[in-house]
């Protein structure tokens, strides 16, 4: 009998353990979840400056004469649009519009991408992007970097003063959703302007043995900005404060971007691609389902896959939940008809087997304060 694939590491794993992180298995590695509190590293995110290790990430670079032609093909956005250091979020779709998984792609250079994607879906990202790139028979090369590339994501509103003090960078040159090539405390990166916390931020690539020396010099250079590691648990709660989708809760394979808010990113005027005739028929029917946000009325937590009711019926489930560390309030996301989906109405969410008063909220529940 085989037992179960062991977990993989990032190249940060050991120190991870050696700062006392709580190591759980996350997406086939073994991540950590806190360090000492989630509550104090949520916090140290919203007001000074937090550190994640996202080095269990997929990178994938696609470079040559056809790869803006591939891509566009291939993604539900419009790559093509974008100029050379910007980035854009997007979808990897199904032929029915399932999302497969959700990406943020970096234009490089004229034809040079980086595909940032989800680690439980890496596999299944470059299957689809290799199937379609041969079947096309596209001008273009797949190479998957993920083992050779490690992640450091320093999020917060001191984020910027932070990686300012290790890099020649003109951060302030790099706007969201934008990048540049550079050295932060001498080691080359990709210096994008990019998170999933709701805060400003940035991720840092770089090769995976130079990791290490990465972290380390964040970590020193940001004692004096408040700087705390982080881990998952921190960052799962910044998100859904923001309002941010999670695959596997709120997006997967049965659930299409017109039913989660993200109708913007699909760019049907660009032509074919895949998934285009499903997506525009959903277009002009509009979905059948829409993802809410919900505030709770009543001293329950919600939590994934808890009933939701209106009128005592059944008519969705809550795709993910928390009591929001910074509103003080119990909130959650939940995929129910479209036709009930109306900010101010009120529903039951069933927490063991007793159902508590929600009322739907407009996201995202949080938003960073702007200069």
Known sequence: MTGAAEPRRTPLTDLHRELGARLVPFAGYEMPIQYAS???????????????????????????PEAVAFLRHAVASDPGALVVGQAQYSMLCQDDGGIID?????????????????????????????????????????????????????????????????TDVDLDAIGNYRSARGAVAGIDCLVARTGYTGEDGFELFCDADRARELWEAVTTAGERHGLRPCGLGARDTLRLEAGMP??????????????????????????????????QAIALAGPSRMLIGLQMLENAIPRAGYEVRANGTAVGKVTSGTLSPTLGEKIAMALV????SDIGNTFDVVVRERPYRAEQVKLPFYKRPRD
């Not at 104090?40 to 670079?61: K, N, P, Q």
């Not at 943020?104 to 994607?117: E, K, M, P, T």
């Not at 299944?124 to 993920?146: K, M, P, W």
């Open 337 to 340: 008809p479209a036709e009930l």
């Open 38 to 64: 989630i509550l104090e590293e949520h916090r140290t995110v919203r007001s000074a400056v937090g550190l994640f290790d996202l080095s269990h990430m997929g990178e994938i670079e696609i470079d040559g």
């Open 246 to 279: 999670l695959y596997g809760n709120e997006l997967d394979r049965d659930t299409n971007p017109f039913e989660v808010n993200l109708g913007r990113v699909v760019k049907l005027e660009k032509g074919d691609f895949v998934g285009r005739a499903a997506l």
């Open 102 to 166: 959700d990406l943020i792609i970096y234009r490089l250079a004229d034809g040079r991408f980086w595909v940032v994607c989800n680690a439980s879906n890496r596999e299944a990202v470059v299957e689809q992007l290799d199937e379609l790139l041969v079947r096309g028979d596209f001008d273009a090369s797949l190479d998957d970097r993920s083992d050779r590339t490690a992640l450091v994501a320093p999020q917060g509103p001191n984020a910027a003063a932070l990686v300012a003090e290790l």
